[in-house]
């Protein structure tokens, strides 16, 4: 995906709810959109697989391309009475990925019947990545029964398209002690792309534990505490993997997942050589460590990157400004010349709604006049 059409994604991301998307795809496409990672040009990225999906899972809603594999979407409102007749005709169309991929959404439709589950999991073996991909959109939909075959698949799967895919399909954060620990299990998984998305779902699940709804009974909240304790856990690993991975993304989802357990390495972040996980590392230091002793004597350093050439490292460089709450007159100077100025739309945009948070009167002030 081109960087003309991440802003496409960006500009639209506003009307996603209106539009009646999940909400677990509606954050997952704001991350992917928001620039966090930078989009290669030379192969597919992880981001455009992930992106297949999340078009997978919301085709499952959508009526399918052609009057036969409809057909056979149909019959999963039959119930569990069909499941065999779908799993041989599953098994017997070797030749035609099109009607497998049908009969997945059509399994997917019965629900979480065993013999639905056991076709889902060995369509995770299947030699066409398409199917490959359904077939995790579908356990993902049937949430809690599909979960473990996720994280089973994640963990010993053969297939990097399989782990990659499964990991993806735990993209959604429920807060499942076990499914962390399948997680964290997998950040030394030889594929790249694999430790990437699974360090992106570690993020979500550990940001999470982190808010205060949601959190209401004495089960969640032991459930909080040992998801929490399981990122303090990692929080070594976490460091070490920012230290050696030699890709960016991964570094990236590295600060990400780390959150505000590790100051220093969001300070070596900030001199990294890959301008994305700078941008990240300034986002980070704003959001995690405005009130940090030494958060102040580095403003300077995240003032330089509002200079960079990349428009989401700039942008996030204004964001981390604007948290961190300087007044410095260089920076806010740099800041108005970027909302005017700055190539990028969206750079512009998110820097005019920063500039007016920071000189909005506070309620107190306006009510004293």
């Known amino acids: 995906m081109t960087g003309t059409a991440s802003t496409f994604v960006g500009r639209r991301l506003g009307r996603a709810r209106g539009l009646g998307?999940?909400?677990?795809?509606?954050?997952a496409l704001l991350l992917l959109s928001s620039g966090q990672l930078a989009w290669a040009q030379s192969e597919e990225t992880w981001q455009q697989r992930f992106m297949k999906l999340l078009h997978a899972e919301r085709s499952l809603s959508e009526g399918a391309a052609?009057?036969?594999?409809?057909?056979?979407?149909?019959?999963?409102?039959?119930?569990?009475?069909?499941v065999p007749l779908l799993e041989s005709l599953y098994r017997g169309q070797t030749h035609d990925p099109e009607v497998r991929v049908a009969?997945?959404?059509?399994?997917?439709?019965?629900?979480?019947?065993?013999?639905?589950?056991?076709v889902l999991q060995a369509a995770l073996s299947d030699p066409e990545e398409q199917v490959v991909v359904t077939a995790a959109a579908c356990l993902q939909s049937l949430e809690w029964?599909?979960?473990?075959?996720?994280?089973?698949?994640?963990?010993t799967h053969p297939s990097d398209n399989a782990r990659f895919y499964s990991a993806c399909g735990l993209w959604v954060s429920t807060g499942n002690p076990e499914q962390v620990r399948g997680l964290i299990e997998c950040l030394d998984d030889v594929d790249p792309h694999v430790r990437a998305v699974v360090l992106f779902c570690l993020s979500r699940e550990f940001t999470?534990?982190?808010?205060?709804?949601?959190?209401?009974?004495?089960?969640?909240?032991?459930?909080?505490?040992e998801i929490e304790a399981l990122a303090a856990a990692c929080t070594p690993d976490l460091v070490e993997l920012f230290e050696r991975e030699p890709l960016p993304n991964v570094r990236t989802g590295a600060l990400l997942?780390?959150?505000?357990?590790?100051?220093?390495?969001?300070?070596?972040?900030?001199?990294?050589?890959?301008?994305?996980v700078r941008g990240v590392a300034a986002s980070c230091l704003g959001r995690h460590y405005g009130d940090h002793p030494l958060a102040a004597s580095l403003i300077p350093v995240v003032v330089t990157l509002l200079f960079e050439s990349s428009p989401r490292t700039r942008e996030f460089a204004a964001a981390a400004v604007m948290n961190l709450g300087t007044r410095d007159r260089f920076a806010i100077a740099v800041l108005f010349h970027l909302s005017y100025y700055d190539p990028d739309l969206e750079v512009r945009v998110n820097v005019r709604r920063y500039l007016r948070s920071i000189f909005r009167p506070r309620r107190s002030e306006r009510e004293g006049r």
């Open 21 to 27: 998307l999940r909400p677990a795809l509606v954050a």
């Open 66 to 82: 052609t009057p036969r594999a409809e057909a056979i979407r149909s019959l999963g409102h039959l119930g569990p009475t069909v």
């Open 103 to 118: 009969n997945l959404a059509a399994l997917a439709r019965v629900g979480p019947d065993h013999g639905v589950l056991r």
């Open 145 to 155: 029964a599909g979960e473990p075959i996720l994280i089973h698949a994640l963990r």
């Open 208 to 225: 999470r534990s982190t808010e205060t709804w949601g959190w209401d009974t004495p089960e969640s909240l032991a459930t909080k505490r």
């Open 257 to 276: 997942a780390l959150g505000d357990r590790s100051f220093e390495t969001v300070v070596r972040g900030l001199g990294d050589p890959s301008s994305e």
